[in-house]
């Protein structure tokens, strides 16, 4: 009999389950479970998007595109970027259409890293990032950010952290877990940083349609000098509600797109076309579904924030995505009794900080990607879970 466990491949092995799922697989054998865990919208696509797809369904477009998607999609893209952001991109050769933004993790990570590189990425952050280093045979290099700084990355943390093996910095503003943004001034810092260093960057920016108040999100390839050594990644699963669906994009040079898509071709061969022609209205049409969904967020945003001040916990306002980062510590519970705990006494489901970060000890994540009525219901069991410790 063969033992697998001598035989799986020594990088999974070492890779750690997401943090994440644990508190999910007890929360679904539960009754009665308001759930402020889940990174997902909780609207449905918009009915134009979702109709564009039947239509092309009927029209029997069900076949393999281009291993680089659509042209008219990537065509969409860059012309949105230009627009919203002053930055060119050429549809033909700097542009890839993905399986959801987790396969562009995971593409620029294999394009750009060989094994023993050094990718520095800041912590508290999305759980797979590490991961996806860590497939490749390259080192993850945490970088820990302060609470008191609003969990901001600066310069001074980043060159604590740089050796001659380092070759990426992987950066996500709007940040999942913590809400956080990065103003002009303080991503030109780390442009800067990125220049002196010689540095590749990966910026994240599945979140920058969702910032509130008068705050627009920054694409950091539009800062100066900075498109020669971006990757830009984005998708449609959270500003059009299409996490199904399942389609992402990268924005880069060409010799970063051609290595994305030669792993690419050989493994997905294509994002589905349906999903395509979805992400093609959606760009065209789905704006003002988007603010609508926004503004939603923005409501819910101000109510959660209000409601952890309230109760004593502390937390900063977030500024982006639709999470938030409260401060428990004060309970004298660690984030996983806590999180463990609210969720056996009160049915109420968070995000243990540690799963984003060692810096996410103390913290709880708490997503108000839910109705007012689930937030206002998970509020109250939660200040009952308080008084009661």
């Not at 220049?195 to 960057?201: E, Y």
């Not at 959660?304 to 938030?324: D, Q, R």
């Amino acid at each position: 009999m063969i033992d697998w466990n001598k035989n799986l491949a020594t990088t999974v092995q070492h890779t750690k389950q997401s943090g994440i799922r644990r508190f999910f697989d007890i929360a679904s054998t539960m009754e009665d479970v308001i759930s402020l865990g889940i990174g997902e919208p909780d609207f449905v696509t918009p009915w134009t998007i979702r109709e564009s797809c039947i239509y092309g369904l009927e029209r029997g477009y069900t076949a393999y595109t281009s291993n680089k998607g659509l042209y008219e999609l990537r065509h969409a893209i860059t012309h949105m970027y230009e627009r919203d952001f002053q930055v060119k991109y050429n549809p033909n050769d700097e542009v890839l259409i993905t399986v959801g933004v987790s396969e562009a993790v995971d593409l620029a990570m294999r394009a750009i890293l060989n094994p023993n590189d050094e990718i520095l990425i800041p912590e508290p952050c999305y759980v797979s990032y590490a991961a996806c280093a860590t497939l490749v045979g390259a080192k993850a290099i945490a970088v820990p950010t302060k609470s008191e700084n609003e969990f901001k990355v600066t310069p001074e943390d980043l060159e604590k952290h740089i050796t001659p093996k380092t070759k990426a910095l992987l950066i996500g503003y709007p940040n999942n877990p913590t809400g956080t943004i990065l103003e002009y001034d303080e991503l030109l810092a780390i442009a800067n940083f990125a220049q002196k260093h010689n540095l590749i960057v990966i910026s994240d920016e599945i979140y920058g349609d969702l910032t509130y108040g008068e705050r627009k999100h920054i694409c950091f390839s539009a800062l100066p000098d900075m498109k020669e050594r971006s990757i830009i990644l984005n998708g449609f699963s959270k500003a059009y509600a299409m996490t199904g669906w399942r389609l992402g994009y990268a924005l880069a040079p060409k010799p970063v797109i051609d290595a994305m898509n030669k792993i690419h071709q050989y493994t997905m061969i294509c994002a589905p076309i349906t999903a395509q022609i979805a992400g093609l209205e959606a760009i065209r049409n789905g704006q003002k579904h988007m603010k609508k969904m926004v503004a939603e967020y923005d409501r819910r945003r101000r109510l959660i924030y209000e409601g952890f001040t309230s109760m004593g916990l502390k937390c900063f306002e977030p500024k982006g995505a639709f999470y938030i980062f409260p401060d428990i510590s004060s309970t004298g519970l660690s984030s996983e009794e806590f999180a463990e705990q609210l969720l056996l006494r009160q049915h109420v489901a968070v995000v243990p900080g540690t799963a984003f970060g060692e810096c996410g000890k103390g913290f709880i994540r708490a997503s108000y990607a839910t109705s007012v009525d689930n937030i206002s219901g998970a509020l109250a069991r939660i200040k009952n879970f308080l008084d009661n410790l």
